[in-house]
């Protein structure tokens, strides 16, 4: 069972997830950090545990918005799929060997391509940005990618083909439930054991609403090869015991 610590990114800070409602995300306040900066609280995750990978949703490319210190009124705009390249490099510097999993929105190929191309990450597409499901057909044919379907409440974003058409799934699966994310209720485990039994032996990893180890030993029971955990790991519900014993 692989848990990947998730930072959630808006305007250059790291910040607390509740539900989806990614307009009232506030900036984090953890014991893990001091500041909320992404460098930060990535070094304090990793003090707390040596994690393989780390989850990065770059919010500002995932809404299309821009950022401050990097957009002027002369500048050009941050656009949907265009990710952070210099805090991807920055957290590859500080930690190397930890990969990069990162969510900046693409849409296309050629976006989702431009962050394969950066040294230390692995590509997320999300169903809720994707263009269409042919992209992700060619792009599992051409390079690892990881592809997160996207639900809001009983509701799947993005096209039915990629929900209903297994074939078109690359190795690495998310099941990223928005509604559960930072809800402390607990996974989504039904859909996630329909999803594992359709997966045919693909890695399926959990997103949204874990609370504690039991959720873990429950998912890893499952067959789910992992999750994406941010607040049980800040508010302390995974201890670095708890993460010791699940590597172990």
Not at 165 to 183: C, N
Request: aromatic share 4%; with cysteine.
């Amino acid at each position: 069972m692989q848990v990947i610590p998730v930072l959630d990114v808006k305007n250059s800070l790291v910040v607390r997830g509740v539900m989806g409602d990614r307009a009232n995300y506030r900036p984090i306040e953890t014991p893990l950090s001091s500041g909320a900066g992404p460098l930060d609280v990535a070094r304090g995750l990793l003090a707390l545990h040596p994690f393989e990978a780390l989850y990065i949703a770059d919010l500002d490319a995932i809404e299309g918005l821009a950022v401050e210190g990097v957009v002027a009124e002369s500048e050009k705009h941050r656009r949907r799929g265009e990710p952070d390249a210099d805090l991807m490099a920055a957290l590859v510097a500080a930690h190397p060997g930890v990969t990069l999993w990162l969510d900046a929105g693409v849409g296309s190929f050629d976006e989702a391509m431009a962050i394969e191309a950066l040294p230390g990450v692995l590509c997320v597409v999300g169903s809720e940005s994707v263009e269409d499901a042919e992209t992700v057909r060619r792009l599992s044919q051409e390079t690892d990618l990881a592809l997160s379907l996207d639900f809001r409440g009983d509701v799947f974003l993005g096209p039915p083909e990629l929900l209903d058409d297994e074939s078109l799934w690359p190795e690495t699966l998310i099941v990223m439930t928005l509604a559960k994310v930072g809800s402390g209720a607990g996974p989504d485990f039904a859909r996630l054991a329909e999803i594992v039994a359709r997966a045919g032996g693909r890695r399926v990893f959990a997103a949204g609403g874990v609370r504690g180890p039991q959720d873990l030993a429950v998912l890893k029971e499952m067959g789910v090869a992992g999750a994406l955990i941010a607040t049980a790991l800040h508010d302390g519900r995974i201890s670095a015991a708890d993460l010791a014993r699940l590597a172990g």
